[in-house]
């Protein structure tokens, strides 16, 4: 038996997060479907602010469960804020990859698909010396798909 998709519709999830993040620490977010269902991500709006007077990064990575670690990335020193906007970074990262825009924007309109073995992990790490008491805003908008067998 061969397995289609079919598309469903666009949904809208969001996902923000008021607890405090300590520092050192990580706050995993995932796009996981229910079974028999596929999301494509095709838009995204991450924001954490700043941390005053912190030393250190914070960091955001995007990876799928079933490949590890993908080549996305962005690093920020934790006084400044990090935001992610249409797929592209909105501020200037310390470091990211790809390192462009067209790159970025690419790669996440490519990439992003997420099945209910198969999550796509938003991964945002706290890595200064200063408690993130700030909101941090997950917003995704996905298309969804049934997986169809013949």
Known sequence: MMSNIEFLGIKYIEDNQTATLNAAGTEQIQLQPPKGYVYKL???YFTA????GSDGNHKVYLYNNSIGFSPFYGFM???????????SWLTAMGTEHPANSIDQI????????ASYE???TFDYRNETDANQTGTRK?????????????
């Open 42 to 44: 095709i838009d995204l």
């Open 49 to 52: 602010p700043a941390m005053a």
């Open 77 to 87: 020193v934790g006084t400044s804020s990090i935001t992610l906007y249409q797929t």
């Open 106 to 113: 690419s790669y996440l309109n490519n990439n992003i698909w």
């Open 118 to 120: 198969n999550p796509y």
């Open 138 to 150: 997950y917003n995704f908008l996905v298309q969804v798909f049934k997986e169809v067998l013949e």
